[in-house]
């Protein structure tokens, strides 16, 4: 598959136009005078670098199966990318360790799915907002759910440490202080929903976008009730004089509000997220540890053979089988993938029922689909548009993309395209389109299922990628029992 496209190369040059302007500007008083030290953007575009402070998550950044991925990733690459210059992460295990870095003078910026709180701006700054959360109270779907604070009282609640939410119960404490809870630093959100989830704990706190993402892994983790109302996501920057990249960062958010890039990227890691039920969420959860197992490696393979992302053939195959082998519909398709006759005839499959040859065929017809679409559609939309091809057609998928243009949206997003496909089951609109009739509404949830399949599947293999490496270094550790680690040291990661 190509490489996911962040923004247009127009909106890119308008951008980086006004960004190395105002970094020109900024930077003319070194040309004038070498007698004091750089500023702090002077420091980056001399060295070349961006270092950014952030930890490691599904809304932060993460590894996916095609490098770095994530909703804090993408904004701060798109800004390094503005800047001409390359993006470092430097990787903190907690939120203390992050506001303890920001302290130094050498830090530049903090990109970490943080909440702009009074108590926080006392000590570092904040760029403009670029997304809002609530706060989300979680309670366990078959327990009583807590409908105001003294329903509290008593409980297991355990919160990230040095969080907005740790500062939130802070304050209600003040008019309730039978209120206790619990803080630990080395733990995520997306843990903490599980928590919940399994009944380790009573409640938690998590902010609205974490649980949106992850609600559809952890079902039984309900919500409550909401303890703030809606609060700001910013970047953080060291509380001193120099204003140089806090001007630049600003101007650069400001554009990518004002020229749609935040929606989109809003719109990529957050648009799915309504579109599995609670029953159909814990079939998943169980199907994930289950089934998925003894099919991986067979979507490895199909997936380097035909260079697509394993995570993604794995949530198409849930979606059509729910990675049963032996899947069969009342309207005759079969197999992992759900092929047709004539699709597998197409492919070269000869056995629908032969899990590695329908696989092998799935990513076949998804990528002859794929390279079929017109250059001008782009990145993930050019993926999104596959799956809705490979659900109803190409025929019916092009006659909403021609409604699309007619009625003055662009027909190569598929935002765009999504509002309109439902309209193809209304005479007024297929009656005049060339393929005629369609089940417009099911290659929305189709993809929408897909999307979050797939997020929660590429979240889980990192997650346990990362428990495979936490047990090695345990082994090695007892191994070599003189080997000394220093578990501070900061993990760098060049994006070229």
Known sequence: MEPRTRVTSSRHER??????????????????????????????????????????????????????????????????????????????????????????????????????TDERKQNIRFTVPYQD????????????????????????????????????????????PQLIWHEQGNVEMIELVEMVHDGTIDHTIVDSNAFDLNRGLFPRARVAFDTSEAQQLAWALPKNSDDSLYNVANEFLIEARDSNLLNELTERFYGHVDSIDANGALTFGYRLKSRLPKWKETLKKAGEKHDLDWHLLAAISYQESHWNPKATSYTGVRGMMMLTNATAKEVGVTDRLDPVQSIDGGAIYFKKIYNRLPKTITGNDRTWMTLASYNVGYGHLEDARVLTQRLDKDPNKWSDVREHLPLLTKRKYYSKARYGYARGWEPVYYVQNIRSFYKTIAWQDQLQQRHLATIQKEKDTEIAPNTQYDTDNIKAMSVL
């Open 15 to 116: 951008i980086k136009r006004r960004l190395r302007g105002a970094a020109l500007l900024l930077c003319l008083p070194l040309l004038l005078t070498t007698s004091r030290p750089p500023t702090a953007l002077e420091t980056v575009l001399n060295s070349g670098e961006l270092h950014i402070i952030s930890r490691n998550g599904p809304t932060t950044y993460y590894e996916g199966s095609q490098g770095l991925d994530g909703f804090e990733y993408h904004l701060a690459k798109i800004f390094a990318d503005h800047l001409g210059v390359k993006l470092i992460i430097e990787d903190k295990d907690t939120l203390k360790e992050i506001f303890n870095a920001l302290a130094k003078p050498s830090a530049t910026l903090a990109a970490a799915d943080l909440t702009v």
């Open 133 to 176: 959360v609530t706060q989300k109270l979680l309670y366990r779907n078959g327990e009583k759910r807590p409908k105001t604070i003294e329903d509290l009282y008593g409980k297991r609640i355990l919160v990230v440490a040095n969080s907005s939410h740790s500062e939130r119960l802070k304050e209600l404490q003040k008019d309730h």
